[in-house]
Nanobody
């Protein structure tokens, strides 16, 4: 069974930076896309950024130029570097990965437990 564990969240002042990590463990043959979502209090979960196996990235408009998603395929780890943080970035951040456990199994999406990011203004 695949597990995703996020780390790196916390409290930061507006304008500051945080780096989130998402480590995948378990039986993993390959990881297709990796993504970061966030959910602010009282709001729906939204996609922040994603990256496919070839390294192509996609960002929510409001984070373009401030956030950078990356991955280390050898270590099965994804990252979200967040710079110039704003109060509106405050949310619980979740990582997700589309993982194939064996060469012949279907791709399944796994989710982490979430990590809180709070930006004080």
């Amino acid at each position: 069974q695949v597990q995703l564990v996020e780390s790196g969240g916390g409290l930061v002042q507006a304008g500051g930076s945080l780096r989130l990590s998402c480590s995948a463990s378990g039986i993993i043959y390959s990881i297709n896309s990796m993504a970061w979502y966030r959910q602010a209090a009282g709001k729906q979960r939204e996609l922040v950024a994603d990256i496919n196996s070839g390294g192509s990235t996609n960002y929510k408009d409001s984070v373009k130029g401030r956030f950078t998603i990356s991955r280390d395929n050898a270590k099965n780890v994804g990252y979200l570097q967040m710079n110039s943080l704003k109060a509106e970035d405050t949310a619980v951040y979740y990582c997700s990965s589309d993982i194939r456990e064996t060469a012949w199994s279907a791709v399944r999406r796994s989710w982490g437990q979430g990590t809180q990011v709070t930006v004080s203004s």
